[in-house]
């Protein structure tokens, strides 16, 4: 082990790991919003009102991070909900998020406020903020009634 801290170096070696923890702080937002999608997409499928908000609506969201460590495509169609780990660029609204840490902190954020994290420049959004606005209502409402605060 000695041998090879020697080789890399220290500082190589810290470089390594602060790389390592970016990857794993990325992964783990991108997973966390995929499993918040997924719960939206069921909600969906089983909510006839839930599902209302979606009928005749057609929307693509890009969710992604500054360093293309996070990349999730939502679309909206035909009152459906898709989900996909790619980047695209036909979209209607782009959230470009800092890093991994600033979606896990917009996501985990009790009151949820997409002018918060425009204002701390933790977001950038590119595209029609009222798709942003929609999303964060359909979002809001299935924490709140996954919480038991929905009144």
């Known amino acids: 082990m000695f041998e090879i801290e020697?080789?890399?170096?220290?500082v190589g070696l810290e470089a390594m790991g602060e790389r390592f923890l970016k990857c794993l702080e990325d992964?783990?937002?991108?997973?966390?919003l995929e499993i918040l999608l997924l719960l939206m997409k069921f909600k969906f499928m089983l909510d006839p009102s839930y599902r209302r908000n979606i009928e005749n609506f057609k929307g693509r969201y890009q969710?992604?991070?500054?360093?293309?460590?996070?990349?999730v495509l939502?679309?909206?169609h035909n009152g459906k909900m898709d989900v996909k780990e790619i980047l695209s660029h036909d979209v209607d609204v782009t959230v470009i998020?800092?890093?991994?840490?600033?979606?896990?902190?917009?996501?985990?954020f009790k009151d949820r406020d997409i002018l918060r994290g425009l204002l701390n420049n933790e977001v950038t959004i590119n595209g029609n903020l009222n798709y942003m606005y929609k999303?964060?209502?359909?979002?809001?409402?299935?924490?709140?009634?996954?919480?038991?605060?929905?009144?």
């Open 27 to 32: 992964e783990t937002a991108e997973t966390f």
């Open 135 to 151: 999303f964060g209502f359909m979002a809001n409402h299935l924490q709140l009634e996954l919480t038991g605060n929905l009144p």
């Open 97 to 108: 998020f800092k890093d991994g840490r600033a979606l896990m902190n917009f996501l985990l």
């Open 6 to 10: 020697k080789l890399l170096g220290r």
């Open 74 to 76: 939502v679309e909206f």
């Open 63 to 71: 969710f992604k991070s500054r360093d293309g460590g996070v990349t």
